[in-house]
């Protein structure tokens, strides 16, 4: 008996030193994954997270305003933008399960989901076969006549993919689309939205074949049964009630105004993708959630829910690169990601980041 009880005391003692020691290794290890790479940095595959404000929102704001920015994604020539936009898979699953409702009115919209429901009918293919088609495509557009670009237009259409459907949309190519396809597309075309200012934009120039949605949502099933909670917890907050009225957006706001009389948002750009509001902006905006007192715990639920979201993001992006091993990779999204997603994307063996200010600025470094 008192052998039995030696031989279980010495095993917990050996499985209390080697949880110590995996402990101390994963500590040491923890954020150096990149290092034990023997793909030298330079060659590795080069993602640029370019924080960007919601353009649609801006009083004042027309696409030219943005044509410094273009200017200079062009240059620095990604083989892969992508866009704050839902990808099909997942707007598919949202519209089997009435939880997401409301998140598919809001980020999907009726007008999308009615074009791509003719399209499905027009080409008889379904969103997801319609999706597999658009992933297949590297022949760019300028290699197309109108026909093969009228097909492109409604495949893109059929899968959700509209902004894409916009890099086949000429004055040849839409003579041959019904009146709805081409009143649409017309209209989308005209947005002020950045997926279509800045990305198709940008697309176009380079003659990119897509625009890769990246964006996630599925965890707002869990966020709109604690939004009550959260929308509590900040309005009764003197600190929560009055971050807006704080640097870094109070300088934010003061940029935007000159950017706009100057009738150029570079500036604003360059501010958004800065450091110093990257910083700022995770302290103010998103640190908050640990700073106030919520009911039920919602705030740390809403920091769990943010995580998921920049996690599916972060992989949608990577899988959209797997399709381009090794080139560059421009994703162009809304300024509160910048931060999670650049820390996210680094862990990896053949990924580094890119200084997207750097990238905005004038003298550009073709191979940065």
């Known amino acids: 008996m008192r052998l039995a009880s030696l031989v279980a005391l010495l095993a917990s003692l050996f499985f209390a030193l080697t949880m110590t020691f995996g402990s101390v290794v994963a500590a040491h290890a923890q954020g150096r994954v990149a290092e034990a790479s023997s793909r030298p940095e330079a060659e590795r595959a080069a993602f640029a997270i370019l924080a960007t404000p919601h353009l649609g929102a801006i009083d004042g704001f027309k696409p030219e305003f943005v044509s410094p920015v273009v200017e200079r ?85 059929a899968a959700y993919r509209p902004e894409t459907a916009l890099l086949y949309w000429d004055a040849e190519s839409k003579a041959g689309l019904g009146q709805s396809v081409a009143s649409y597309l017309a209209k989308l075309a005209a947005s002020a939205n950045e997926r279509v200012s800045v990305a198709v934009a940008s697309a176009r120039a380079l003659d990119l074949s897509s625009l890769a949605p990246i964006d996630s949502h599925l965890d707002k099933d869990i966020y709109l049964a604690v939004v009550d909670d959260l929308q509590d917890g900040l309005v009764a907050d003197p600190e929560a009630a009055s971050v807006t009225q704080r640097p870094p957006y109070t300088t934010q706001d003061g940029i935007t105004r000159e950017a706009l009389a100057q009738q150029n948002l570079l500036p604003l750009y360059a501010f958004l993708n800065s450091q110093e509001f990257g910083r700022a902006d995770v302290t103010a905006q998103f640190d908050l959630f640990n700073r106030v007192d919520f009911a039920n715990r919602t705030g740390r639920v809403r920091q769990s829910n943010w995580d998921e979201r920049n996690l599916r993001i972060a992989a949608n992006i990577r899988r959209a690169s797997a399709k381009r091993p090794g080139e560059r990779v421009l994703v162009l999204i809304g300024a509160g990601h910048k931060p999670f997603l650049d820390e996210l994307l680094a862990v990896s063996l053949d990924t580094r980041s890119v200084d997207t200010q750097a990238l905005l600025s004038v003298d550009i470094d073709p191979q940065g």
């Open 73 to 157: 994604i062009v240059a620095w020539q990604p083989s892969v933008i992508g866009i704050e936009a839902l990808p099909p898979e997942e707007i598919e699953a949202m519209r089997q399960n009435e939880a997401y409702s409301e998140v598919v009115a809001a980020f999907v919209g009726e007008e999308r989901l009615l074009q791509a429901e003719q399209a499905q009918q027009a080409t008889g293919l379904s969103a997801l076969e319609a999706q597999a088609i658009v992933e297949g495509w590297t022949t760019p557009p300028s290699s197309l006549d109108a026909d093969q670009r009228q097909v492109r237009i409604l495949n893109a259409l």
